[in-house]
């Protein structure tokens, strides 16, 4: 029997959704889609699955995109050609990604709040040569994360950026040693799924909801946000004035 196109696993507080084709560097074919979608839904309705971490099996790639030998089976769904592009996860989300993440792959990875990268992976837009149009949130995502100029850079030429260089943009959020990147990402799920959880989740939406509103409006949806976790808030006030946490003490350095 054929192993999934997409593995999902519970990994103690953590979701591990891995697209299974390393075969063919992990590209996304519509059946790959639909898994995809499918494991999404299975992470948001787990309660008790507070980070998901999104990967590609072996080292080679992350993804290299939408498999252009089977194009014909991605359709352009609601949910995006590849099958979750076009969501917005209501719990944090965090890609490990090693060799290449290029095309629909660095859509992925953007789609995901954080990115963890192996040292020796490849971003690019590399769809760039066959005239295949960034459809999967490339043209929204990247520059929100990089900036507009390094973003029109990179979607207009194609070119290559290699893992130093996208620590560099802000495009890696941490830069680890090969075949580390899972460990990490999942250590790093552990980590966010430790804070107060409700206020994790508020703040989160709040920079989200935030995105491309003016100041004003930005600081009265931080403070919709805000109210609608104060008494968590006050009970972390009061575990500070009880002597926990001093000089930074619970925050990872």
Known sequence: MAEPLVLYERRGAAALMTINRPEVRNCVNGDTARGLLESYRQFESDADAKVLVL???GEQAFCAGADLKAVETLKDRAEGPLGISRLIPSKPTIAAVSGY???GGIELALWCDLRIVARGATFGCFERRFGVPLVD???QRLPRVVGLGRALEMILTGRPVDAEEAHHIGLANEVVE???HVTRALE?????ARFPWPTLLSDRAAVYEGLGA??????????RHGRAVFDEA????ARFTGGEGRSGAGVKR
């Open 234 to 237: 006050s009970r972390g006030a």
């Open 101 to 103: 993440c290029v095309a």
């Open 178 to 180: 090969p075949g580390t």
């Open 55 to 57: 990967t590609g099996a």
């Open 188 to 192: 790093l799920a552990e980590t966010l």
């Open 214 to 223: 003016s100041l004003e409006h930005g600081l009265t949806i931080e403070a």
């Open 137 to 139: 949130g490339g043209t």
